[in-house]
Nanobody
Framework: QVQLVESGGGLVQAGGSLRLSCAAS????????MGWFRQAPGREREFVAS????????DDADFVKGRFTISRDNAKNMGYLQMNSLNPEDTAVYYC????????????????WGQGTQVTVSS
């Protein structure tokens, strides 16, 4: 069983940056791929980025366009999402998730989820 807690969200102006963190407990993250997803009001939860268990393979959504970087520190049981050049369309609740071994873009393939952290980008 893995418990995930996100932090680092907040209000930022367009063009600004935020670094989201995902702290894991209950089990080591070493065997788990991690993903970041987001959900805006009235919209479905969508894939943002994912990273495999080793940290050597990453994947991200087209809208990221090099602005976001996913990373992890298995020794600290932590995952991160560095977000730069934010725009109002990035406003959403951001969730981290975990699944065994390989990364995925599919919400239903993740076994564990955090409670989410709100990111609001003002214009």
């Amino acid at each position: 069983q893995v418990q995930l807690v996100e932090s680092g969200g907040g209000l930022v102006q367009a063009g600004g940056s935020l670094r989201l963190s995902c702290a894991a407990s209950g089990s080591t993250l070493r065997s788990y791929a991690m993903g970041w997803f987001r959900q805006a009001p009235g919209r479905e939860r969508e894939f943002v980025a994912s990273i495999d268990w080793s940290g050597s393979i990453t994947d991200d959504a087209d809208f990221v366009k090099g602005r976001f970087t996913i990373s992890r520190d298995n020794a600290k049981n932590m995952g991160y999402l560095q977000m730069n050049s934010l725009n109002p369309e990035d406003t959403a609740v951001y969730y981290c998730a975990a699944r065994l071994y390989s990364l995925s873009r599919t919400v239903g393939e993740y076994d564990y989820w955090g409670q989410g952290t709100q990111v609001t980008v003002s214009s």
